[in-house]
């Protein structure tokens, strides 16, 4: 498993917040995806998406609720075609797997397309530790690769690296020092990118889609990279969550069209690229061997959960974490894991544990723009608060408790606020106590904690001098009603 610092939350968020020049980015690129977003669905029209999303919903419930038979079916197809199907429990087997394919056969440069489930495995260090030099050939993973860093965002790994930082690094690591522009980076790097490509003996990749009846594993990507991945290597290698498998090619389209739309505002993305297994005798190129590995690696345990279970329809188009009021502030590294924003505020507490991811749930305004701009529907709100309550209630699978103050605090504003003559009892008393503080509508510093961690940077919004009861009640009178 790749190194967990989801309990570093409150620390690494609270450091972004105070880097002025992150910040400028994160506004500027997270509100360009958005609109992107956006402009792409009115182009389709708002109806037929929301068709469209509908479908892909009921695709994916119907697949989850069938998952062994839609698994059996694609393990028998891939084997048909030649391939290796292998089951991975958690990310130790996973590796393992990996590790006895390349040591076996001597593979020593791997050459890997963008997966984000390599990245929960911690592939690359593993890889380095057996003798097998891997190479990531997405530009952003590249990037972050080379600056030893994990994926800021989803689909854009490198999206926190000014140009200057990039050129800085290419500089230093690939001894390609002062490129002024893009053009010539992307260009420095296709150069040594390209020598790696030719010679490599493993190509490893994730899957955007498995489909079931054909044996199918579909990449989507927009650099080309992938097919290298899978057409040049003599062995290739994909791997990826139990949960991509699709049923049919005609339910695999309607992916195809809300993906990239709900990613990055295109009509498609530049490569579909399908894997039907090793080559044939009539193929010109492809893999000698084909090893599929599917990977649960905590998985079971969101299909086992009615609440959670929704959140193995994420398709990974990274939609929720653009429009996230969070995410937009704090960024991706401050999550602690591979999968940062709302989506990954529900998924890591459950893969890597909820004892050590419990402010995640809590990262959140609860506005339910996630839910949305979500090409699936899935509806993150309603997981964070399940989560929450699994936190301050215990849960049956963790020892999790919310801290006594916490649970004292909540248990004391459920009671307030199920009582009127309570409530009014307590508005009368915060009156009072906000009295000396207030100026107008708004109290800009309160002495007390934890009131004084609020007002540090920003005011708090004053009670109103006559509550909603009083107001409703008077407008009554005035109408005489
Ligand atoms: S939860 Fe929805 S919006 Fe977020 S990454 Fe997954 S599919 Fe995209």
Same mark, same amino acid.
């Given at each position: 498993?790749?190194?967990?610092?989801?309990?570093?939350?409150?620390?690494?968020?609270?450091?972004?917040?105070?880097?002025?020049?992150?910040?400028?980015?994160?506004?500027?690129?997270?509100?360009?995806?958005?609109?992107?977003?956006?402009?792409?669905?009115?182009?389709?029209?708002?109806?037929?998406?929301?068709?469209?999303?509908?479908?892909?919903?009921?695709?994916?419930?119907?697949?989850?609720?069938?998952?062994?038979?839609?698994?059996?079916?694609?393990?028998?197809?891939?084997?048909?075609?030649?391939?290796?199907?292998?089951?991975?429990?958690?990310?130790?087997?996973?590796?393992?797997?990996?590790?006895?394919?390349?040591?076996?056969?001597?593979?020593?440069?791997?050459?890997?397309?963008?997966?984000?489930?390599?990245?929960?495995?911690?592939?690359?260090?593993?890889?380095?530790?057996?003798?097998?030099?891997?190479?990531?050939?997405?530009?952003?993973?590249?990037?972050?690769?080379?600056?030893?860093?994990?994926?800021?965002?989803?689909?854009?790994?490198?999206?926190?690296?000014?140009?200057?930082?990039?050129?800085?690094?290419?500089?230093?690591?690939?001894?390609?020092?002062?490129?002024? &522009?893009?053009?010539?980076?992307?260009?420095? %790097?296709?150069?040594? =990118? @390209? *020598?790696? !490509?030719?010679?490599?003996?493993? #190509?490893?990749?994730?899957?955007?889609?498995?489909?079931?009846?054909?044996?199918?594993?579909?990449?989507?990507?927009?650099?080309?990279?992938?097919?290298?991945?899978?057409?040049?290597?003599?062995?290739?290698?994909?791997?990826?969550?139990?949960?991509?498998?699709?049923?049919?090619?005609?339910?695999?389209?309607?992916?195809?069209?809300?993906?990239?739309?709900?990613?990055?505002?295109?009509?498609?993305?530049?490569?579909?690229?399908?894997?039907?297994?090793?080559?044939?005798?009539?193929?010109?190129?492809?893999?000698?061997?084909?090893?599929?590995?599917?990977? &649960?690696?905590?998985?079971?345990?969101?299909? %086992?959960?009615?609440? =959670? @279970? *929704?959140? !193995?329809?994420?398709?990974?188009? #990274?939609?929720?974490?653009?429009?996230?009021?969070?995410?937009?502030?704090?960024?991706?590294?401050?999550?602690?894991?591979?999968?940062?924003?709302?989506?990954?505020?529900?998924?890591?507490?459950?893969?890597?544990?909820?004892?050590?991811?419990?402010?995640?749930?809590?990262?959140?305004?609860?506005?339910?723009?996630?839910?949305?701009?979500?090409?699936?529907?899935?509806?993150?709100?309603?997981?964070?608060?399940?989560?929450?309550?699994?936190?301050?209630?215990?849960?049956?699978?963790?020892?999790?408790?919310?801290?006594?103050?916490?649970?004292?605090?909540?248990?004391?504003?459920?009671?307030?606020?199920?009582?009127?003559?309570? =409530?009014?009892?307590?508005?009368?008393?915060?009156?009072?106590?906000?009295?000396?503080?207030?100026?107008?509508?708004?109290?800009?510093?309160?002495?007390?904690?934890?009131?004084?961690?609020?007002?540090?940077?920003?005011?708090?919004?004053?009670?109103?001098?006559?509550?909603?009861?009083?107001?409703?009640?008077?407008?009554?009178?005035?109408?005489?009603?």
């Amino acid at each position: 498993m790749s190194e967990v610092k989801t309990q570093e939350f409150r620390r690494a968020s609270a450091k972004v917040l105070a880097n002025a020049k992150l910040q400028s980015y994160l506004g500027r690129s997270m509100g360009t995806f958005d609109g992107a977003r956006a402009e792409a669905i009115e182009e389709i029209s708002p109806e037929r998406w929301e068709e469209l999303r509908q479908q892909g919903r009921e695709i994916k419930r119907h697949t989850l609720d069938n998952l062994d038979y839609y698994l059996e079916m694609l393990q028998e197809r891939v084997t048909a075609n030649g391939g290796h199907v292998h089951f991975a429990k958690d990310a130790a087997e996973a590796r393992a797997i990996v590790g006895q394919i390349a040591q076996t056969r001597g593979l020593k440069l791997a050459i890997k397309s963008k997966s984000m489930v390599s990245e929960e495995m911690g592939l690359n260090p593993f890889l380095e530790s057996i003798g097998t030099e891997p190479v990531e050939t997405d530009l952003g993973e590249y990037i972050i690769q080379l600056a030893e860093e994990t994926p800021f965002h989803i689909i854009a790994p490198a999206m926190h690296k000014s140009k200057e930082e990039v050129s800085e690094l290419f500089g230093e690591k690939i001894g390609r020092p002062n490129l002024q &522009d893009i053009e010539a980076m992307a260009g420095a %790097a296709r150069e040594v =990118l @390209r *020598e790696k !490509l030719v010679s490599a003996d493993m #190509g490893i990749t994730g899957a955007n889609f498995l489909v079931a009846e054909t044996g199918t594993v579909t990449l989507i990507t927009n650099e080309g990279n992938g097919r290298f991945c899978t057409s040049v290597p003599r062995v290739l290698v994909s791997i990826t969550g139990m949960e991509k498998v699709v049923p049919s090619m005609e339910d695999l389209a309607t992916f195809i069209r809300l993906l990239p739309r709900a990613a990055t505002g295109q009509r498609i993305s530049s490569y579909v690229t399908h894997v039907y297994g090793p080559k044939r005798p009539e193929d010109e190129d492809g893999p000698e061997e084909y090893h599929l590995i599917i990977v &649960d690696n905590g998985r079971s345990k969101l299909l %086992a959960d009615p609440d =959670l @279970r *929704e959140a !193995l329809y994420c398709i990974r188009c #990274g939609a929720c974490l653009n429009t996230c009021p969070v995410y937009r502030k704090v960024g991706g590294h401050s999550y602690g894991w591979v999968y940062p924003g709302p989506i990954g505020a529900v998924v890591s507490p459950v893969l890597v544990g909820l004892e050590r991811s419990k402010d995640l749930p809590n990262a959140s305004s609860l506005c339910g723009a996630c839910k949305d701009v979500c090409p699936i529907k899935i509806n993150i709100p309603h997981m964070l608060l399940k989560l929450r309550s699994q936190i301050s209630e215990g849960s049956p699978t963790s020892s999790t408790k919310a801290s006594f103050v916490d649970r004292i605090t909540s248990k004391g504003y459920r009671r307030l606020m199920s009582s009127p003559r309570l =409530l009014g009892m307590a508005r009368t008393l915060g009156l009072l106590a906000q009295w000396p503080f207030s100026r107008g509508s708004f109290i800009r510093r309160m002495p007390i904690p934890p009131f004084s961690r609020w007002t540090r940077t920003r005011d708090m919004p004053a009670l109103a001098p006559k509550s909603f009861r009083q107001v409703w009640k008077e407008r009554l009178e005035e109408e005489g009603r």
